[in-house]
């Protein structure tokens, strides 16, 4: 599945008809109107006519079906485009782009005339912290992001906070970035880690 039928097919997911959805997976509904209550979520109701949901207890809501499943129903991202579409999110061009950059062997001098040997060396994630504190102070407080969308990048492992220092290379330079920091972790179809961002998260920056 190419970028495009990606996009496609998460856009048509979002766009889903959620009181459809409820009143077709066997969930207890009840009707008020133009209102669909589900009673396994406490609170959360639909309009059938505009689509539109809303948690009265967790006081969010919205249009966006896939939302309403990753922050109301605890689905992951992609188990929620699967059970409002029927089809799975493709692995995507850019992340296979980056495995086979990940997997490319390396060479010291690469006009030589010698067989190319793979490098011993492996991809490898920074060590993690042992809590995520600095992180999500970080993301909520200074960068105004809902906790609800760190926790749930925390949750499918692809954000955490790192230990100790990661070294790194900027416009070719070698460097030392000093902990603690935010590692964005890319992951492939299959959830295997195929290369990842490190941002520094120091509140005075």
Known sequence: ??????????????????????LQ???????????VYIKEYPGLCVNEKSNKWYSHYDGVGGSNAIDCLVKICGRDFKQAVRELTGNDVGVSEKAQRCKVFMERPWLDNQSTSEPIEKSE????????????????????????????????????????????????????????????NAVFVHRDESGEAVG?????????N
Do not use: W
């Not at 599945?1 to 409820?22: G, H, T, V």
């Open 25 to 35: 997976s066997a969930y207890t509904t009840q009707h008020h109107g133009a209102e």
């Open 121 to 180: 060396k492996q991809f490898q994630l920074p060590e993690r912290g042992a809590n995520m504190r600095r992180l999500f102070a970080y993301f909520c407080q200074s960068r105004k992001i809902p906790a609800a969308v760190v926790e749930e990048l925390v949750k499918a492992n692809l954000l955490y906070q790192s230990a100790g220092q990661v070294a790194t290379t900027i416009d070719g330079v070698p460097q030392i970035a000093k902990p603690p």
């Open 196 to 204: 990842g961002e490190v941002q520094g998260i120091n509140s005075f």
């Open 1 to 22: 599945m190419n970028d495009y039928e990606n996009k496609q097919l998460i856009q048509s997911a979002r766009d889903s008809n959620l009181a459809d959805y409820f």
